[in-house]
């Protein structure tokens, strides 16, 4: 070792134990030593001497190069921004398309719906177990009617969609695509993406239908169809962020999200697919918390324990079949009903880590989503927030700016080596569905969220506006609420649709579905069928579920 090099070595080491450089004074209101929510110590320090023998560039690598560290593009936001996708969707379509138009015309560059529970869970309007739901958390899409007036003036071959649905992830997938075809535009043409999710609805938030097992199969057409026919359109996005809104670490996040997706790719190859057929279009979706540098780094370890992933344990050749791609949407649970203005400097901060760890696509939650669905003034100001740091911030003029910050690279090391460990633990139960099946994954999150709650309570975690610094307030904010109306109108269309559609062509085309769920052909071609036929999405979801059956979690 050289004399410089050891002489920084030396010098780090001296910072490191407080004996070189001023005396900092220790401020009593903070704590002696500090941990990240992965479980790691947050250091006082960081410095060459934590990369001592690691071939640092071999290690981390370039931009655009495996394995993705810092990035899967090699310009990054220098070529263009990332997608402005902000997600909405609530009470009719006809309202959803208002508000889609209002946000492509105040600069969003990207579509993202919600949809209501009922729409979900596969229950039309009129269902008894629809009732007080229908367009409450995202939009009334009942059939193909629905479809044609939410996509209204909106050219779908110019536009990416993303659509947060899983459990009747086929039956909108199906939706769109005929929708789309009425304007003109051919399958090929499509972009965006669909979450088609499933394993995270057992773990985190459960929206699911099916059991895990069919489920699998379902996603598994998805992909095999998508490759055939719509090769711009990514086929998942596998969910971190429903498993961090749940309590997870960020570790937690990285491992049980990254553990499913293994399980996709693994049930692909299982159903004759070729890996690098289809992981070029697998896609993620992570959530960002208020830690600001753990969530940078956590971006980064997802990045490269997935390219190694692929890479060595599925032998994928291709460069795009071991890039990460990610979405990301800034953390609901963080947000506060007290103060809400403070929702927005929270959401700023945690923008600009997912800037800064590398997203393709961004949503930002607007400040009064802690206390409804958000109005238009709330969305213009979380568009406006990203829009500013795309700018305004310069962060965007460089790629990777925080790479090679000791802490950061230090972090990332952190948070990959904790999720080596939890995604080995899946692999010793025997995959993510057997951990599903035996609640591995739900008694982790469980535990980490009631870890996290406690130090809320206690005042040993710090929210502002919560427990410290409170104060007495009136909330003057105007609330978005849905109109009963809103289900009266769904039953009414729901019916009628009925009434003057074709019946034999209808029931002709649900016969198909039951019989390609049981033969085990790919799906997709007859839940298209069906569509067009105008069945509802309850009507498809019950022929799958003749075949299926449902899951009860133990």
Known sequence: MSDEKKEIQAGARAWKEGTLGRVIEKRPERKESFE??????????????DQAGQPYMQKVGFPGEYPFTRGVQPTMFRGRFWTMRQYAGFGTAQETNKRFRYLLDQGQTGLSVAFDLPT?????????MSRGEVGKVGVSIASIEDMRKLFDQIPLGKVSVSMTINATAAVLLAMYIAVAEEQGVEPAGLRGTIQNDLLKEYVARGAYIFPP??????????????????????????SGYHIREAGSTAAQEVAFTLGHGVAYVQAAIDAGLEVDAFAGRLSFFFGCHNNFLEEVAKFRAARRLWARIMKERFGAKKDKSCSLRFHTQTCGVTLMAQQPENNIVRVAMQALAAVLGGTQSLHTNSRDEALSLPTEDSVRIALRTQQVIAHESGVADTVDPLGGSYAVEAMTDAIEQEAEKLIAKIDEIGGAVRA????????????????????????EQVIVGLNKFQIEEKLNYKILKVS?????QGVEKIRALRQKRNQSKADETLQAVVSRAKDGNNLMPAILEAVRAECTTGEIADALREVFGTYQEN
């Open 36 to 49: 990240a929510s992965s479980g790691f110590e947050v250091e006082r320090l960081y410095s060459p001497v």
């Open 120 to 128: 979900q869970m596969g229950y039309d309007p009129d269902h008894p």
């Open 213 to 238: 097992r069919p489920s699998l199969r379902v996603t598994t057409d998805i992909f095999s169809f998508c490759q055939e026919k719509l090769p711009k359109f990514n086929t998942i996005s596998i």
């Open 436 to 459: 599903i099946e035996e609640g591995f994954m739900q008694r982790a999150i469980g535990d980490s969220s009631y870890e996290y709650q406690k130090q809320v309570e206690a005042g």
């Open 484 to 488: 009963q109306e809103v289900e009266r």
